[in-house]
């Protein structure tokens, strides 16, 4: 069994420069997911819920019946303002759908952080990894759905996979270009 803890890139915005996560590559994103959790043998996710490589991820592992633990930092109201329908697409009818049924599932944790908490996604990124941990596993993993390099600190996709690392855990990446 592998328990993965996922973090990656948001979806572009039209003309982001450097393109990060382009809305043109999701499908393609997706199937790369897949296949990586079909080789991996992920038997569990836990990630938070932002557009882009979080949901797809989601998708994917409700898709396959993986179960799937989300953690916001924030209220789902402000998480969905503020990760999710600030950028073009149908974002937010995944993300309710999803979380609504991660919420039924009991799949659902919710820090309610201040929005302007500057360590609010490095606190997430700390009980994502604390709650894969957690999991009874033989393999944990942290996955980084992204294009490949760092934005410098305060890059959560960045800092997820480096404390993946430093506690033991394979890391790996998903592209995202």
Known sequence: MTA??????????????????P???????EERIAAFFRVESVDRLVCAAACGADLVALSVAEKMDIPALIVLPF???????VSVIDRP???GEI????????????????????EDDETAFTVGNARIISETRRVDANRKLAIAVWEGSSRGDGDATDELLNEGRRQGFDTAS???V
């Open 4 to 21: 993965a803890a996922l973090a990656g890139r948001r979806a572009d915005t039209p003309g982001d420069t450097p393109a990060r996560f």
């Open 23 to 29: 809305q043109k590559n999701v499908r393609i994103v």
């Open 75 to 81: 209220s789902r109201a402000t998480f969905r303002r």
């Open 89 to 91: 697409g149908n974002w």
């Open 95 to 114: 993300y309710d759908r999803l979380v609504d049924a991660a919420d039924r599932r009991d799949d659902l944790i919710t820090l309610d952080l201040a």
């Open 174 to 176: 998903v592209s995202t």
